[in-house]
């Protein structure tokens, strides 16, 4: 889970393929692949295979996740959990591959700790990609996320790349408050108005299910069969990360690519220390103000 393009009216699903692996590949190269796919495609286009409810379902998973390139991300990543925190639970794991345009949700609150602890056939497990420092995987906040991961199931992500500081590194006004991901795909994300209004529904729908102040409650996320709004709550933004990270990657200056890689990591030590409050007013504050 955007840049200066044009996306097209077309539903013809569209496979995406990028030189190069995790050690290697051009990386001018596939930030241009990546553009020219994502001219192409829209919000609608992604494949949706449904949930990853089962061990085989994981292996599978797994097995599509080896030897993606890292130049942009192939990877990314979204969770959704009732009091998402060391306090609550993970219902849904999101992730969108890129190279192959899919979109998967790992049902966490049917699976538990076999969502994490399969082994697939190429002795990957779902753990140990979210644990590698050479497979980089793309979120929006990794800081709850995070909190989550490892408290509830002892997951020390690397390899992260945080959307949310790459937005706050490229702004040229104040960076002393970050902006939450439904504002920055408003203000930086181009799409026709089709898929702007689908994707405003979408998130509508979702909330007034989820919300209490609408009404709703977040076990709707823990009901099993999914409902349909839910699910694709879950899919919408997760699937528009791609497009963000191209935009803001575009402007991203070395000097501060490595401040952005910094200010990651100290909010996943943070995220994993004692003290960590993922609640109240400090979480909107930057890194940088």
């Known amino acids: 889970m955007e ?30 692949g990546i553009a020219d796919v994502l001219e192409q495609t829209q919000l609608h286009d992604t494949v949706l295979t449904g949930l990853v409810d089962s061990p085989a379902a994981i292996v599978s998973l797994v097995d599509s996740l080896s030897n993606l390139p890292n130049h942009p991300p192939s990877i990314y990543v979204d969770i959704e959990g009732v009091n998402l925190s060391r306090h609550g639970s993970i219902s849904i794991l999101q992730l969108h591959i890129l190279p192959t345009d899919e979109t998967r949700l790992v049902d ?13 056939t190429n002795g990957d497990t779902l753990r140990g990609i979210l644990e590698s420092e050479s497979i980089i995987k793309a979120f929006f906040d990794i800081r709850n996320d995070s909190d989550a991961l490892y408290s509830l199931f002892g997951v020390r992500v690397a390899g992260i ?4 500081l790459m937005e706050l590194a490229t702004r040229s006004f104040p960076r002393r408050c970050i902006n939450g991901l439904a504002k920055c795909i408003d203000r930086d994300l181009p799409m026709t108005l089709k898929e702007r209004s689908d994707w405003k529904m979408s998130k509508e729908k979702g909330v007034r299910l989820f919300a209490p102040e609408r009404g709703g409650s977040y076990d709707v996320f823990n009901a099993r069969p999914l409902a349909d709004d839910i699910k694709e709550y879950c899919l919408e933004d997760v699937r528009l990360l791609p497009r963000l990270w191209l935009h803001y990657s575009s402007k991203l200056t070395p000097r501060w690519k490595r401040k ?15 003290n960590f409050n993922g609640k109240g007013q400090h979480m909107a504050l930057g890194p940088w103000s």
């Open 3 to 32: 840049t200066v393009m044009q996306t097209t009216e077309s539903s013809v699903p569209v496979t995406l393929t990028i030189e190069g692996t995790r050690a290697e590949g051009g990386e001018g190269d596939a930030v241009v």
């Open 108 to 120: 966490v609150h049917t699976l538990g700790e076999e969502a994490f602890s399969t082994v697939a």
């Open 161 to 164: 790349c945080d959307i949310q």
């Open 260 to 274: 952005v890689e910094e200010a990651t990591n100290d909010r996943i030590k943070l995220s994993q220390s004692a």
